[in-house]
Structures are given as C-alpha cells and as structure tokens.
C-alpha cells in the first residue's frame, strides 16, 4: 500500500443531485483537484485527508480510492487482471475481504458473476504463494474492494468507507419511508440556510432533516456518531494521526443558539424523532412537536422550511395527496411571509397543486425515486405571488 504514502486520487460517491454540494463541501475541507462527474466528485489528497473526508463530509456516501485500470474483452482477461494485483501487499492470507461491483457491460450477464471471477483470482493468487487463502466475509471484511466495470473498462478501489456514510449512527427510530441522512444534510445545504434563521420541516417523520440542520448548525462532524470505518483496518492505518483529527475536529464544534421546529401529526412518529434527536444529541437545539404544519405558528421573521412530504404511493386516493399538497400551500401564503419554502416530491402533479411559482426546481433522487426539489420565496408585503399555471 506503499502508493498511500503520498498524495494520491480519490472518490466520494453521493446522490444525483448532490455533486455540486459535495464539491463545495470538498473544497471547504481542503481537496485539490476537485473534478465533478455523475454520482461522484473525484479529489487528490493524502492519507490523513482520507480520513477528515470520511469524518466530515456530510453528502458522501463512500470514499473510494483507485488504484488499478485495464481493459477487458472477456471474464477471463478480468481474471487475469485482477489476479496478477499484489493483493499480498493489502492483506495476508488468514484474513478476509469483500468485493462490492457495480457493471453496466455486456461482457457479464449477470452484475454477481464479476464478483464471483475477481473472488477467484484473489484466492487462486494466495494459494500459490503459501497454499493457504483469506475468508470472504460481507459482513466484516479486512478489506472491502470495489470494481466498477463499464464496457471493456475495469477501475479497481479500495472501499475506505465500510458501511455507507449515511449510516451516521445516531438514527434508532424510523417511520416506513425514513429520508437517507446524506439526502438529508443535502437538502439543507441546498436551501441556502444559515443557522441564525428558524428552520422549520413540517412533516418530520423521524426526524432526519432536522438532526441534519443541526449537525450542520454546530459544525458537529456527521462521522462523530460512528464505530468504524473500513480504513482502520488497512496496514497502513495510522491510529495516532486519525486520533489527532478525530480530536481536531471535534474541538471545531460549536455551541450556537438555533432554532429548529419538526411538526409531526402522529404522537406515535414524534416520539420516535424526539428520541433520535436524544441520541444525536442536539435536543438543545431541536423541538419536535406533536402538531400539523398547518395549525403550527412560526417564528415571525425570516426563516427557512425544509418538507418531505408523503408522494402518494401510498395513498389510496388521488384526491387526498392533492389535497394535502394544496394545503401546504395554503399554508405557507397564510403563515410564512419572508420564508423560502422548499418541498421535495416525486409527484410533480401533487406539487403543481401547491399553488405557487417555484425559483428553482433541482432534480434529486430519493432512493430510485426521481423527485424536484423546489423553491418557494415567500415575499413579505406587496410582492405578488404567482400561481403555477
């Protein structure tokens, strides 16, 4: 792992939509290099920044590190390829690894069969050099490896991650459709807001948006909350350099006043995001009350809402999602004069039912759902405000 020692490439994986944000995010941290691709930004740093990058970057979901390309005609040449790495040089053959890929080739019929063919050459590699071979173990590998294929492409990664980094950690209660907490803190730093503003998220559910808002408020790192990561147990894993940042980040934190608001409807969910904000711990700053957006009276200044409201998928009626949308937008005219307003769905026609002219419309995915991020201006006084039409 000697290519480890100096600067070298890597690349944080995110949720489409969300690029431009990690990019920021990346450059804030102190990357060089920094290039946006689809899904991912790719950045140069050294050891030390691969491990800030895991603890700080709140709209990554892996940090990557490639170390090897070539091209492929067939499963055997990926065979050959793979087995020909050193993998000596990674681990030794009484431990373990995992193999994650993700293909879009028409080489493979199938996404496992790589996996399966690359599984193969590493154990075929060891075996002739000391007869013995390392365990596959998915669950808590030694090493977790990354092969993306595309076409006749292979890039090999090292995964320095684990668990995906939207496993914060601070998160035990869920409602059915709980939003991703790297979808989460996205959203918020897409909305423009800054912690001396009320931020209010009138359909809560367990409270991930909020949490979010919060971390980012108090500069609290959204790793802090986790056990482990992949990289601890590479062979270069550098235990004091990692304490010396974990620490260094940690006294970065701050202690503002902010002022956040969840609405929930259901007694049930409110409790269930009363406790996550428990456990990540920002109570302090976050109040999650058992009452509609709707009859919930804001702050009267400028502020910011953040909604993720149901979509419909699960509603028997579409009259009731309509419904539902145009009372949130009847609401935000009534009650929120110098707020932006920002709903995220994937019902486009739910949204246009809001009954206000969006600024921005961002394209976002929620899971396999495509959804618009939108942007109401609530205009104080005069301004009119336009309808959709």
């Keep these: ?147 993306h294929i595309t076409g006749q492409e292979v890039i090999v990664s090292l995964d320095s991650s684990g668990d995906s980094l939207h496993k914060r950690g601070y998160r035990d209660k869920t409602n059915l459709a709980p939003i991703n907490e790297v979808l989460a803190a996205g959203l918020v730093l897409l909305s423009g807001w800054e912690y001396h503003q009320p931020l209010i998220d009138g359909m809560c559910g367990s409270g991930t948006i909020l949490i979010e808002a919060a971390l980012h408020a108090n500069n609290i790192p959204p790793g802090y909350y986790r056990n482990s990561y992949a990289f601890q147990k590479w062979k270069n894993y550098d235990e004091t350099l990692w304490n010396l940042i974990y620490e260094s980040t940690l006294n970065k934190i701050k202690d503002r006043e902010v002022a956040i608001y969840g609405c929930e409807i259901s007694r049930n969910v409110q409790r269930k995001a009363v406790e996550n904000v428990h456990l990540a711990k920002v109570e302090d700053v976050v109040d999650v009350k058992t009452i509609s957006f709707q009859e919930f009276d804001p702050p009267k200044r400028r502020g910011v809402v953040i909604m993720n409201p149901p979509y419909g998928e699960r509603m028997d009626k579409e009259d009731d999602i309509i419904a539902l949308y145009k009372s949130i937008g009847d609401t935000l005219k009534s009650k929120y004069d110098g707020y932006d307003a920002w709903v995220i769905s994937s019902n486009i026609n739910a949204l246009k039912h809001i009954g206000l002219r969006p600024s921005r419309k961002i394209t976002v995915f929620n899971g396999p759902l495509e959804c618009k991020f939108m942007k109401f201006e609530m205009y104080r006084g005069t301004k009119k405000i336009h309808k959709l039409v």
Aim: hydrophobic fraction near 40%.
């Design 1 to 147: 792992m000697e290519f480890l020692n100096k600067e070298f490439k890597m690349v944080a994986k995110t949720i489409y939509g969300l690029e431009e944000v990690l990019s920021a995010e990346l450059l804030k941290l102190g990357a060089k290099n920094i290039e946006i691709h689809n899904r991912a930004v790719s950045f140069i740093g050294d050891i030390g920044f691969l491990y800030k990058a895991n603890l700080c970057l709140r709209t990554a979901m892996k940090i990557l590190v490639p170390f090897d390309s070539f091209q492929i005609s067939n499963a055997e040449d990926l065979y050959s390829k793979i087995k020909r790495i050193k993998w000596e040089d990674f681990i030794s053959s009484n431990q373990s690894f995992a193999i994650n890929s993700v293909v879009s080739s028409d080489i493979f019929n199938h996404s496992n069969f790589p996996t399966l063919k690359a599984k193969d050459a590493i154990v075929d590699r060891f075996r002739e050099i000391d007869g013995n071979r390392p365990d596959v173990d998915t669950d808590d590998p030694d090493l977790r490896i990354n092969l």
